[in-house]
Nanobody, 120 residues
Framework: QVQLVESGGGLVQPGGSLRLSCAAS????????MGWYRQAPGKEREWVAS??????NYANSVKGRFTISGDNAKNTVYLQMNSLKPEDTAVYYC???????????????WGQGTQVTVSS
């Protein structure tokens, strides 16, 4: 089995910062990429950012404000969120494209989600 556990969500004022973490554990042969989605109330889940090796990509809505990074030794991905806006309020989910053995294609695994609320 593979588990992804997020941490770091919470309540922050507009303009503030938060750092999310997501650690993958379990039966892991390799990790192709990791990233984040978010889902606001009444809206569809949207992709936020991803990291593959040293290559990063961001949704236009967060570009310049959020930074994704990874620690390969810890199988962990981080999302530094700065200049937060009320519209960033959502449940943030991390994911990993993870290969459990060399024989199988990578599968997408999800964390349980962490709430981020931006409000004064």
């Amino acid at each position: 089995q593979v588990q992804l556990v997020e941490s770091g969500g919470g309540l922050v004022q507009p303009g503030g910062s938060l750092r999310l973490s997501c650690a993958a554990s379990g039966s892991i042969f390799s990790i192709n990429s990791m990233g984040w989605y978010r889902q606001a109330p009444g809206k569809e889940r949207e992709w936020v950012a991803s990291i593959t090796g040293s290559s990063t990509n961001y949704a236009n809505s967060v570009k310049g404000r959020f930074t994704i990074s990874g620690d390969n030794a810890k199988n962990t991905v981080y999302l530094q969120m700065n200049s937060l806006k009320p519209e960033d309020t959502a449940v943030y989910y991390c994911y990993g494209l993870i290969r459990r053995t060399s024989r199988y294609e990578p599968l997408k695994y999800w964390g349980q989600g962490t709430q981020v609320t931006v409000s004064s």
